[in-house]
């Protein structure tokens, strides 16, 4: 019985489709919007690009590591 229960109410939720983030509609995310609204309002612009470079330089260098394993 309580399985028949799980059943139906797993049924009975279904996922919402704002949840799914594509890589298309990314940035047009309300999660993402409100981070950029949030970098705009206190000025934070500088401090963000800083440690988006930092993020971006520690992925390039892991990229050139693996290709440098493959070869």
């Given at each position: 019985m309580s399985e028949e229960l799980m059943l139906e109410e797993n049924k009975d939720k279904k996922a919402p489709q704002e949840n799914f983030i594509t890589l298309r509609n990314f940035r047009k995310s309300p999660e993402v919007e409100n981070f950029?609204?949030?970098?705009?309002?206190?000025?934070?612009r500088r401090e963000a690009l800083m440690i988006l470079e930092v993020i971006t330089s520690k992925l390039t260098q892991k990229k050139k590591k693996k290709s440098r394993k493959i070869q």
């Open positions: 950029y609204r949030f970098i705009s309002e206190n000025d934070l």
